[in-house]
């Protein structure tokens, strides 16, 4: 039957999800402005049977603040602020919401990619200075457009995949490398598209056929720096890379590089040393770099994707509640 948790929410997460679990009968402690280093002291406090957290950091000594811990959620996809060995240490199993987010990742994507091949960020700059360059910005040679391109995309798991779903309705060519696809390279069928896209044998193989290259790895010991100089040599000159994912996976030198050598344009919403807190100040060479179109981790930030992460967040708990498994496992 239903039993009753105690959860602590240690990160802002949707209104609706915290009444519904409240309606089920959960005592929800909620605690959005709590920072990494508090998070020990509070699991002390209120003593929970399951975490929530989005960018809090969850580490070791919180992992074992009290015995009645025994779930960490990630109200979201990547898991990497999420001490996973200790965890298993611990015998507390951690997972997240697959997929809530994906659509809004996606979006985003498609604004970064569009606003790289156009040049917008550059327009606006210049028509805030009173100046007309219509020469440039309309140069046929360096906008290529997007109709009958190649991307590739780079993690093909929901993400990636609804990132091809609207380069579909774009009319671009599609070429993948997705870990769990690295055994059969060729044309694959993907249901959830109904279409058949091209896996490629290896990252460096998508470079060199795409004109976008759109990253979505999670961060992880194989994919740390996977994107190097190696890969962004055999990229095509004045191609679009964009990385919505994690700054870890690519080389960020490598890639300052290849923005000079190559005239890559490029779109970025992570970087390898950003700030968990939602405010704060932030220096990066990328980030602030004129060629670079960058936004700030905003990838989830849409009323969809929290609406999205609401249900999910709530199916997690409740299957948990009622059967004592957690239904979204990572670890």
């Not at 609804?162 to 870990?179: L, N, T």
């Not at 990253?215 to 191609?239: C, E, I, N, Y």
Request: proline letters at 4%; hydrophobic letters at 45%.
């Amino acid at each position: 039957g239903l039993k009753s948790l105690k959860v602590l929410v240690a990160d802002r997460a949707p209104e609706s999800a915290l009444e519904e679990l409240r309606r089920q009968g959960h005592n929800v402690e909620y605690e959005p402005t709590l920072v990494s280093e508090e998070l020990r002291g509070a699991i002390e406090t209120h003593v929970p049977d399951l975490l929530v957290v989005r960018a809090t950091k969850v580490t070791k000594e919180a992992l074992t603040a009290a015995p009645s811990l025994k779930v960490v959620l990630r109200a979201g996809a990547g898991v990497d602020n999420i001490d996973l060995s200790s965890a298993k240490e611990a015998g507390v199993a951690v997972c997240n919401c697959p997929g809530a987010n994906a659509d809004a990742v996606a979006e985003l994507c498609w604004a970064l990619i569009l606003a790289a091949d156009r040049n917008l960020i550059q327009q606006k700059e210049e028509l805030k200075e009173g100046v007309w360059n219509k020469v440039t910005h309309a140069n046929t040679m360096t906008h290529k457009g997007i109709k009958g391109r190649t991307i590739g995309i780079l993690g093909f798991g929901r993400i990636g995949k609804e990132v091809a779903r609207r380069a579909a309705a774009f009319g671009m060519r599609i070429v993948f490398w997705g870990r769990s696809y690295q055994a059969t390279p060729g044309m694959v069928h993907i249901p959830e598209l109904g279409m058949e896209v091209e896996s490629c044998a290896s990252v460096g193989e998508v470079a060199a056929q795409a004109d976008v290259i759109s990253v979505h790895l999670p961060k992880a010991s194989d994919t740390d720096r996977l994107l190097d100089q190696s890969f962004f040599d055999r990229m095509q000159d004045g191609s679009i890379f964009v990385n919505t994912a994690r700054g870890s996976v690519v080389d960020h030198e490598a890639l300052l590089e290849a923005i000079e050598t190559k005239g890559l344009k490029v779109g970025l919403d992570v970087y390898d040393d950003e700030p968990v807190l939602w405010t704060g100040t932030f220096e990066n060479p990328l980030a602030a770099h004129p060629k670079v179109v960058s936004t700030q981790h905003v990838g989830a930030g849409t009323m969809q994707a929290d609406d999205a992460i609401a249900l999910k967040m709530v199916e997690v708990i409740s299957a948990y509640a009622q059967t004592g498994k957690v239904i979204t496992p990572v670890a």
